[in-house]
């Protein structure tokens, strides 16, 4: 159930030579994901990809790995990138070009000219689905690829940020064929932002810097699943935690769930560490750079790195930059304060750390693999735009889950589902 039938694969890898490492760790990671393992399983038996040539644009990391492996199982064939250049693992990029004969384009720490030129050797792949991690992959074929979109008869978004980006295409009416958010899954971003992005993200910090987060002040910015995810973990390991928020019903939602709740200016002044996950642009800026105590870490768990204004820091510092540590940027402003940026205001719980684990991948990347599958059973039935995941496989991915951890529930009686039926019962 691994190697992917078909011609020669292309790859633009780091090192063949990692394959092994790649594959040992590929496997591990497999372990914790039984409900992508089930539905691979099953798509070797009835092929359902046979022939599909998908191009998916998704961080590579051990997770991703197995669920190309699944896709592949199905029949796919598979052209994959990066779809953060510094969030490849090196090793399950060689395993998967090496082992599994995929096309794989995707290198840890190019810069951003080589990572577009992955994107593109992806799509010259001639893809007739796409698997999109941020909508990158999306937007450039819809802008220089317009040529390829025929072929293309549906596709998947994994993120929060990529499925903002698709609603305004298809407002403005760009977007050129079906695709699922799968991203809105309940079986997605409740666990997969919430508790992979909570986990991931302390874990990122801690790898980069060592820091105790136990009596430190923590300043997440944005309280949407991720937000909550991070704030309740930073909590867990000791921190006061800060949250800041411009929606006021996740504001007073913070400030419900315990947290103190203020302006950045504010928390600028208070803040040892400060994590954006808001998928908005300069949330940290000047202004509070200028505020924040000396050796302040401050890290990005949003999409993009839009959401720390590092030219501000430059233009601060005048040059005065070291890097004590492999993730780690420290800045030295004219008042002989430091602040220190972490993975380049990347994802860092992806630069630093490897990602989400496994165990929370294997729900998400389950709605992958059956939202690719209700497409392509699809075929030319939707029309372009944004579709959710069926609630159908939302429920069956929840009750896989629950039973690969031995948990079971309990069901309606025919009374009870009698009354639920019901309107005319009352007091
Ligand atoms: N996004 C966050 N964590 C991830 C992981 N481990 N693999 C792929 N995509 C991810």
């Known amino acids: 159930m691994s190697t992917q039938l078909g011609t020669k694969a292309k790859f633009d890898v780091k090192d063949t030579g990692l394959a092994a490492e790649g594959r040992r760790r590929v496997a591990w990671a497999g372990q914790s994901m039984p409900v992508l393992h089930a539905i691979a399983q099953r798509f070797a038996k009835e092929r359902p990809l046979a022939g599909l040539r998908v191009g998916a644009c998704l961080h590579v990391t051990t997770e991703t790995a197995n669920l ?10 598979i052209w994959l990138c990066a779809s953060n250049p510094l969030s490849t693992q090196d090793d399950v990029a060689a395993t998967l070009a090496v082992d599994h004969k995929m096309n794989v384009f995707a290198i840890k720490g190019v810069d951003s000219a080589r990572y577009y030129g992955h994107i593109e050797e992806v799509i010259k792949g001639n893809p007739q ?3 999109d991690d941020g909508c990158d992959l999306v937007t450039t074929l819809v802008t220089k690829f317009k040529d390829k979109l025929p072929a293309v008869k549906g596709g998947t978004e994994e993120t929060t940020t990529g499925v903002i980006r698709l609603r305004s295409m298809e407002k403005e009416r760009v977007i050129a064929y079906p695709i699922i958010a799968v991203n809105d899954a309940l079986t997605k971003h409740l ?15 801690i790898r980069a810097t060592n820091v105790l987060f136990a009596g430190k002040t923590v300043v997440v910015a944005g309280y949407g699943w991720c937000g909550r995810g991070i704030a309740q973990r930073a909590r867990g ?19 419900m769930d315990g947290y103190g709740v203020m302006p950045m200016a504010e928390a600028a002044r ?16 000047e202004e509070h750079f200028l505020a924040m105590k000396s050796c302040a870490l401050v890290a990005n768990s949003g999409h993009f790195n839009v959401e720390i204004d590092i030219e501000a820091l430059e233009r601060l510092a005048e040059g005065e930059k070291s890097r004590p540590r492999e993730f780690v940027e420290q800045y030295r402003l004219g008042d002989d304060r430091t602040i220190s940026l972490l993975g380049e205001g990347r994802l860092i719980n992806l630069a630093a750390a490897e990602g989400h684990p496994a165990a929370v991948m294997d729900m998400s990347f389950a709605n992958q693999a059956l939202s690719a599958e209700y497409l392509i059973g699809k075929r030319g039935t939707l029309s372009p735009g944004v579709y959710p995941v069926p609630i159908e496989i939302d429920e069956e991915i929840a009750r896989l889950k629950l039973a690969a951890l031995g948990v079971s529930i309990d069901t309606l009686t025919p009374e009870q589902q009698q009354y639920l039926a019901s309107w005319n019962e009352g007091t």
């Open 129 to 131: 689905f796409t698997m």
């Open 191 to 205: 666990f997969d932002n919430r508790y992979g992005t909570g986990q991931s993200t302390i874990d990122g910090i």
């Open 270 to 285: 208070r803040g040892d560490i400060f994590i954006t996950v808001t998928g908005n642009a300069k949330v940290l800026r």
């Open 237 to 255: 390991l000791g921190a006061q935690v800060i949250v800041t928020e411009i929606n006021p019903t996740k504001a007073l939602e913070a400030a």
């Open 68 to 77: 190309m492996i699944a896709l592949a199982a199905g029949g796919a064939e």
